[in-house]
Every structure is written in C-alpha cells, then in structure tokens.
C-alpha cells in the first residue's frame, strides 16, 4: 500500500440504525456486525501491519499509541434523530480525539412529516466543525435514492437533494470526506436492502464499508457501485405477500411508534460506547 495512504489508529462510529448496523448479521455478543464494524476490522488489520513496536520507554511508535493497538467505538444507535445525536454522542465522540470519524445522520429526521431542513444543515454542520476541531478526519455520507425502489417517497426527494448537496459541500473543506450513495445504482436493487426496506442487507453492509475504505484512499477490493447479477423479478403473487408482509410487520410499527412519540431505540445504549482496542 502506498506511504501516501493515511493510517488510522482510531476511529469513533456516529448516527443511527444505518451505522449501528441495523439487519447485517449478527455478532456473537447479540448485536448487529453492520458496515462501521467491517470497516473498523479491515483498519485494525492494516493497522497491526503497518504499526511499528513501541520503544524500551513504552512510547508510541509512529502509527499508534503506546500499546500499538487499532482502538473502535460506535455510538451510533437506531432511531435516533440529528437532534439527539447532537445532544447525546457529539460530545463523547469529540472527546475520544479518535483520528477517524464516520458520521451518519438526518435521514431520520427526513422520513417524517414537518422536517425542519435547516436545523437539521445547522446541527450536522455543527457536529462537523466540532468534531474537525478535535482533530479527526470526518467521513459523511450522500443518502441513497428511495425513489427508485420505493413507492411513495418521492415526496423525500427535494429534502433529500438538498441535504445530498449540502454535504458535498462540506465535503469541499480539508479534513472532510464524502462517500456518495446516491449516485450508486445498485442500492436500487432490493437485495441490498432487508425486508423492512428501510436498512441495509448484509450485502448493503459490505457494498458501504468498501465505498467507505475506497473513499478513504485504499484501492478498492471490488467494485462495490457495480449491479448485483441479474435475477428473475418476483411474480405477481411474491410481490403481493411480500408488501402484505412489510405493512404488517414493519410500516404499521413504525407509524405507531410516530403517533406514540416513541422510537427503536429508546433506551437502547450504543455497542461500543468507548474507544477500546479492536482487532
């Protein structure tokens, strides 16, 4: 790999179910493996290749600190909107001065009806500056594009334009880095997404982590924009039981929790609250 390419001894995981990892598959530890994590192993492998043994004084070498580890947290946890990704993980997050920082939110605040877009620019442009100004490379996304697999968001789509263009904006300033989802055409395809149409398939997981790692400057393992191989559509019949399904098990508890004021992860701690060595 060329010098040139940043090594990363830490990074910190920001935002909602997308980063949380919402319908990959399942750790051991019960919870949810997701993109962040699999970009955290592929960093802590290069790391532990790359990092040079501390000194006979227990100093840092010069990829890492003292104990030469590659350090992970994610705080990211599933429902949550920029509001309070602002106000519950932006702190800590900073604090933890890691070198990496993926950050991951308002589309929460974008699926509801009423979406004050300009708050939601404010409190993310907030949560870049703070998090620059602790000295960590800042990774942020485009969302992807609902309209093209989903019936009945096209009312999210000038929402979702304008947020789309308000991050690569940021993305112009030194320090910031964009992966662009929206103008991958095999998020199109419903294989990359999990029954409730909402989150990622173990598949999606894969595809962000290596648009993440590509962003970041390695060279890319695979094409993670390239289509999925072609498949037979679903019948007629599929497709009846399959939207008969998502309605009973996923849209109508998702309006009841929005009439309710409730959400998905109320009370719900993030799965790696602190910045703790990783392998």
Same mark, same amino acid.
């Given at each position: 790999?060329?010098?040139?390419?940043?090594?990363?001894?830490?990074?910190?995981?920001?935002?909602?179910?997308?980063?949380?990892?919402?319908?990959?598959?399942?750790?051991?530890?019960?919870?949810?493996?997701?993109?962040?994590?699999?970009?955290?192993?592929?960093?802590?492998?290069?790391?532990?290749?790359?990092?040079?043994?501390?000194?006979?004084?227990?100093?840092?070498?010069?990829?890492?600190?003292?104990?030469?580890?590659?350090?992970?947290?994610?705080?990211?946890?599933?429902?949550?909107?920029?509001?309070?990704?602002?106000?519950?993980?932006?702190?800590?997050?900073?604090?933890?001065?890691?070198?990496?920082?993926?950050?991951?939110?308002?589309?929460?605040?974008?699926?509801?009806?009423?979406?004050?877009?300009?708050?939601?620019?404010?409190?993310?442009?907030?949560?870049?500056?703070?998090?620059?100004?602790?000295?960590?490379?800042?990774?942020?996304?485009?969302?992807?594009?609902?309209?093209? +697999?989903?019936?009945?968001? #096209? =009312?999210? *789509?000038?929402?979702? !334009?304008?947020?789309?263009?308000?991050?690569?904006?940021? &993305? /112009?300033?030194?320090?910031?880095?964009?992966?662009?989802?929206?103008?991958?055409?095999?998020?199109?395809?419903?294989?990359?997404?999990?029954?409730?149409?909402?989150?990622?398939?173990?598949?999606?997981?894969?595809?962000?982590?290596?648009?993440?790692?590509?962003?970041?400057?390695?060279?890319?393992?695979?094409?993670?924009?390239?289509?999925?191989?072609?498949?037979?559509?679903?019948?007629?019949?599929? +497709?009846?039981?399959?939207? #008969? =399904?998502? *309605?009973?098990?996923? !849209?109508?508890?998702?309006?009841?929790?929005?009439?309710? &004021? /409730?959400?998905?992860?109320?009370?719900?701690?993030?799965?790696?609250?602190?910045?703790?060595?990783?392998?």
């Amino acid at each position: 790999m060329p010098t040139t390419i940043r090594s990363y001894a830490s990074y910190v995981a920001v935002g909602d179910s997308f980063t949380e990892g919402m319908c990959d598959d399942l750790l051991p530890d019960g919870h949810y493996q997701g993109w962040a994590d699999r970009v955290a192993r592929a960093l802590a492998a290069e790391h532990a290749e790359r990092a040079e043994p501390a000194g006979q004084s227990g100093q840092a070498g010069q990829f890492g600190p003292a104990d030469g580890g590659f350090r992970y947290a994610n705080l990211a946890v599933r429902g949550k909107l920029i509001g309070q990704i602002h106000a519950e993980q932006l702190a800590p997050a900073a604090a933890m001065g890691a070198e990496l920082v993926t950050l991951a939110g308002g589309l929460n605040d974008v699926l509801r009806p009423g979406c004050d877009i300009d708050r939601v620019e404010r409190l993310l442009g907030d949560c870049v500056r703070e998090l620059r100004a602790a000295g960590s490379t800042v990774v942020l996304f485009t969302s992807t594009d609902p309209t093209r +697999r989903m019936a009945g968001s #096209a =009312r999210l *789509l000038p929402t979702i !334009l304008r947020m789309k263009a308000f991050v690569q904006e940021l &993305g /112009r300033q030194d320090g910031i880095v964009v992966v662009d989802l929206f103008s991958a055409p095999c998020f199109d395809d419903r294989r990359l997404w999990a029954e409730d149409r909402l989150h990622l398939s173990p598949e999606g997981h894969r595809r962000v982590a290596e648009g993440v790692l590509e962003a970041l400057g390695r060279p890319a393992a695979f094409d993670w924009r390239a289509p999925l191989p072609a498949a037979a559509p679903p019948g007629l019949t599929e +497709r009846l039981r399959d939207d #008969a =399904r998502w *309605l009973r098990s996923h !849209l109508g508890p998702w309006i009841g929790r929005r009439l309710t &004021g /409730r959400s998905s992860g109320d009370g719900r701690p993030p799965k790696r609250a602190e910045l703790l060595p990783y392998s």
